[in-house]
């Protein structure tokens, strides 16, 4: 009986800290797998005009989870090569989206106006950054790293997800060579390819979702 008693005090303590667990995890939607449809979101950027997916339909699109702080973001704006990517793309009308949905109070989270100023410090030239601090397009999309990229089709499909490139390191001198996955999705699809690598493993710091 004393054996039974225990086992039992134990089932539910394990079954308590399952359920405490599952809470302290931020929920997510079904994630987005690559040839679906990617998910429609309206967001706000940094200077207060809002965004739909569905209003840019013909366009290609890039969704570029970002994060300051992130070592591993930080490589890529130092380095200028973000700013490169976002100019290049930009031009050949494509919408670039920088997208924050560090929460407040958590590493990352930045105001309008630090945005802005970080804009212009770094000379980032994005079609605009969505301010997402509640984590909503953050979650439909079931981002999880800084950097993490998405490219979307002219029909709206998710053609692209993961890592920016193949070097998993905050180092600047390993972009040099590096084999660029989003230059590669929209070069692919953009001559008519299929893409030879639609999904990767993205690598970065975790995006600090409020809870």
């Not at 009308?93 to 630090?114: H, K, L, M, N, R």
């Not at 998993?168 to 299929?194: C, F, R």
């Amino acid at each position: 009986m004393a054996f039974a008693s225990r086992a039992l005090r134990t089932a539910l303590f394990l079954s308590c800290a399952a359920f405490v667990a599952a809470l302290a995890l931020p929920a997510f939607a079904q994630a987005p797998r690559v040839g679906d449809p990617a998910p429609d979101f309206t967001a706000t950027d940094s200077h207060g005009q809002s965004h739909s997916l569905s209003q840019l339909r013909g366009k290609y699109v890039v969704l570029e989870w970002h994060n300051q702080g992130c070592p591993y973001t930080r490589k890529h704006y130092v380095s200028g090569n973000m700013q490169t990517l976002q100019r290049e793309w930009t031009a050949k009308e494509v919408a670039w989206f920088t997208v924050i949905s560090s929460a407040p109070g958590e590493q990352g989270y930045v105001t309008d106006a630090e945005e802005n100023a970080y804009l212009a410090q770094m000379h980032a030239d994005p079609t605009a950054v969505l301010m997402d601090a509640q984590g909503t397009l953050g979650r439909l999309y079931d981002a999880r790293t800084t950097p993490e990229m998405y490219v979307i089709d002219p029909t709206g499909k998710l053609i692209y997800e993961g890592a920016i490139d193949n070097r998993p390191t905050p180092d600047v001198d390993d972009i040099q060579g590096a084999d660029n996955y989003v230059t590669d999705a929209l070069s692919e699809a953009m001559a008519g390819k299929p893409i030879a690598t639609a999904y990767t493993r993205p690598y970065g710091c975790s995006v600090k979702y409020a809870y």
